[in-house]
T-cell receptor
Framework: DAGVIQSPRHEVTEMGQEVTLRCKPI?????LFWYRQTMMRGLELLIY????????DSGMPEDRFSAKMPNASFSTLKIQPSEPRDSAVYFC???????????????FGPGTRLTVL | AQKVTQAQTEISVVEKEDVTLDCVYE???????LFWYKQPPSGELVFLIR??????QNEISGRYSWNFQKSTSSFNFTITASQVVDSAVYFC??????????FGTGTRLQVFP
């Protein structure tokens, strides 16, 4: 079975441009998570979805960031307008279940390395 | 609040040495899960193991072993006879009564030939 798929793997853009990162979770997984990894802040949870519904977006840094999950097999993370401080590796992860009764393993995609010039 | 501490920022060993990566966690949840992930130089995050708070049995998988001790709130990871391919950043993580995974800051392991 295919793992979590992310695209693009690398993105270089100029400040002010819109950036869209894409994720396809593992088929059958109900939860989808977006993380950001930087040297300064480590791995941060940005937002997560359960059955396509956003549950917690408290980690989204500001209004320039938005995420959607229009169906069970696709999610996007958009940054508009992008800034140099958004440069990071963005990971998508999915799991079968989560929470106190069935905290399942999160499987991560390969990540998208974003560079904003 | 939940917290994971990986006090070792970087460890360097020579191939075939045994190495232990420390992980200390804090949580008030009675049911929780602990994880280890590996991030090799290529950048992906690879799941290694999950343990729940009711299972304190140590686990061994090939050269990898994990020691879970609730009394000291630790979930340490040992690599026996390390190899160059073990060079990576290793993350310990905790999940409790929320859907969120709390990561430690990671330990960079360098194995020299």
């Amino acid at each position: 079975d295919a793992g979590v798929i992310q695209s693009p793997r690398h993105e270089v853009t100029e400040m002010g441009q819109e950036v869209t990162l894409r994720c396809k979770p593992i088929s059958g997984h109900d939860y989808l998570f977006w993380y950001r990894q930087t040297m300064m802040r480590g791995l941060e949870l940005l937002i997560y979805f359960n059955n396509n519904v956003p549950i917690d977006d408290s980690g989204m840094p500001e209004d320039r960031f938005s995420a959607k999950m229009p169906n069970a097999s696709f999610s996007t993370l958009k940054i508009q307008p992008s800034e140099p401080r958004d440069s990071a590796v963005y990971f998508c992860a999915s799991s079968l279940g989560s929470g106190p009764l069935s905290t399942d393993t999160q499987y991560f995609g390969p990540g998208t390395r974003l560079t904003v010039l | 609040a939940q917290k994971v501490t990986q006090a070792q920022t970087e460890i360097s060993v020579v191939e075939k040495e045994d190495v232990t990566l420390d992980c200390v966690y804090e949580t008030r949840d009675t049911t929780y899960y602990l994880f280890w992930y590996k991030q090799p130089p290529s950048g992906e995050l690879v799941f290694l193991i999950r343990r729940n708070s009711f299972d304190e049995q140590n686990e061994i998988s090939g050269r990898y072993s994990w020691n879970f001790q609730k009394s000291t709130s630790s979930f340490n990871f040992t690599i026996t006879a390390s190899q160059v391919v073990d060079s990576a950043v290793y993350f310990c993580a905790l999940s409790g009564n929320t859907d969120k995974l709390i990561f430690g800051t990671g330990t960079r392991l360098q194995v020299f030939p």
